[in-house]
């Protein structure tokens, strides 16, 4: 047993409630960070002075009065309080060797949600609604989700987003100022879902139960009716998602996602599953892992070009109609134009002549133009 009370056998696993995990002592979260999201940490870990900076922030942002907020009108969890996620949360810093245990307050909101805020010390925050919502896997998974935010950082980041967000609200009327705070906030939110990607493998990491994972995801999206809903149907609804429709579709992905923090559940789910599935999963698995002790030696420039990698083998492999054309543009595709006729649903009208299928199974070079049903005529 070892000096914390976890119980250890011949076979390196700890024994936590319920069944055995694995513990990664001194883990980096680069092991579970999406490319994204870890060459902008790397990059803002290696700036001088940055702790220094966003500490002295503290002054500036409501941290201080969200503190006090939950202290007063929230409960507190402890061995007292919500022993069940007290236990859960120990378990989580410990699996992922967090030496500092940061608070976790339960708060009255139907509305299921969890987030870990703070910039000189993380809390962590659930709601009643998601207590209530999920069994005691699923909540595993979304204590370790929000415990990987804080080992990350994310929570010094959202704390700014947050602040960020309600600046832009007060300077709405001053022309221009709005437009910069937005942008920046744009910017913030498109790294934070996929800080939000990284949290979710963290959670995985944890709870070490794929099936309570997609479970926990599928009843935010559709509530308490497990019996009502199917993992494969959920996934499938990803793909198509992200297959189906043409470039307008395409458009109002990115328009519906823009002022979202979070990624949606479905495409959250079939993210998971790719990464649980990846050899990047099972080494973690296996004890081959980056350490903490590390972090220094991190090259930002490798960083950023392992995530300039992610996102062009991503638009390579992507059905999206908008990415297909991304990556036919890149690739010197021809017939520019009409292909991306096609991908808004012909509203230019008729493809090019070469765009069309040939006719009665004949062949495409027999002289027919293909616009119309009328042969040529003999004069011709």
Known sequence: MSDDGHEQNGTGHESVPSRQRRRFPGIS????????????????????????????????????????????????VSDQQFAHLNDMLRDACYILDLEKVPPMYVTQDPQPNAMCIGLDEPIIVVTTGLVELLDEEEMRAVVGHEVGHALSGHAVYRTILLFLTSLAIRIAWIPLGNLAIMAIVTALREWFRKSELSADRAGLL???????????????AGGNHLHEMNVDAFLKQAEEYEAGGDLRDSVLKILNVLPRTHPFTTVRAAELKKWAESRD????????????????????????????????????????????????????????????????????????????????????????????????????
């Not at 944890?206 to 935010?220: E, F, H, N």
């Open 281 to 380: 999963h099972q080494r973690i698995m296996d004890g081959h892992y980056p350490r903490r002790t590390e972090d220094k030696d991190t090259s930002v420039k490798d960083s950023f070009r392992e995530s300039a990698n992610h996102y062009a083998t991503s638009v390579k492999s992507s059905k999206d109609p908008l990415m297909k054309l991304v990556s036919d543009i890149a690739g010197g595709a021809g017939d520019l134009g009409g292909r991306v006729r096609r991908g808004f649903g012909g509203f230019a009208g008729a493809a090019p002549a070469e765009d069309q299928p040939p006719r009665n199974g004949s062949d495409s070079s027999d002289g027919w133009d293909g616009t119309t049903d009328t042969p040529p005529r003999a004069d011709d």
């Open 29 to 76: 979260s680069r092991a579970y960070e999406h490319p994204a999201d870890r060459s902008a940490l790397v990059a803002l870990r290696k700036l001088s002075g940055f702790d220094t900076v966003f500490k002295a922030l503290s002054g500036l942002l409501p941290e201080r009065s969200l503190r006090l907020m939950f202290l007063s009108d929230s409960v507190r």
């Open 206 to 220: 944890v709870g070490q139960d794929l099936k309570a994972s997609m479970r926990g995801l599928m009843k935010i």
